[in-house]
């Protein structure tokens, strides 16, 4: 009933830039709290930046000074910011929801597909 659709990635070089973006859409009554992480081969999932619905962030040590985060609560749409990208940054980012449906039924946690962001010379 919902998913989260990311698109931005893609091949950068050491100090670029990317925005990566992720909305949400389907049955959503409220989204409570979008974010991202990341997955690098071989490392486990981390969290990479975290967005509550007041606008409360949270950013992984690595990536603070370098990635904001933002979002669209009204569009159930979140957004990162990447700057001063580093090789260590490459990975698949994921964007991740905790969305309350219109059924109301429950709070459910949501993940998109990824997108690959590579930092490469």
């Known amino acids: 009933q919902v998913q989260l659709v990311e698109s931005g990635g893609g091949l950068v070089q050491p100090g670029g830039s990317l925005r990566l973006s992720c909305a949400a859409s389907?049955?959503?009554?409220?989204?409570?709290?979008m974010g991202w992480y990341r997955q690098a081969p071989g490392k486990q999932r981390e969290l990479v930046a975290h967005?509550?619905?007041?606008?409360?962030?949270t950013y992984a040590d690595s990536v603070k000074g370098r990635f904001t985060i933002s979002g669209d609560n009204a569009k159930s749409t979140v957004y990162l910011q990447m700057n001063s990208l580093k090789p260590e940054d490459t990975a698949v980012y994921y964007c991740?929801?905790?969305?309350?449906?219109?059924?109301?039924?429950?709070?459910?946690?949501?993940w998109g597909q990824g997108t690959q962001v590579t930092v490469s010379s």
């Open positions: 991740n929801a905790d969305v309350v449906p219109e059924s109301r039924l429950s709070m459910n946690t949501y």
């Open positions: 389907g049955s959503i009554a409220s989204t409570l709290a």
């Open positions: 967005r509550t619905r007041s606008g409360t962030t």
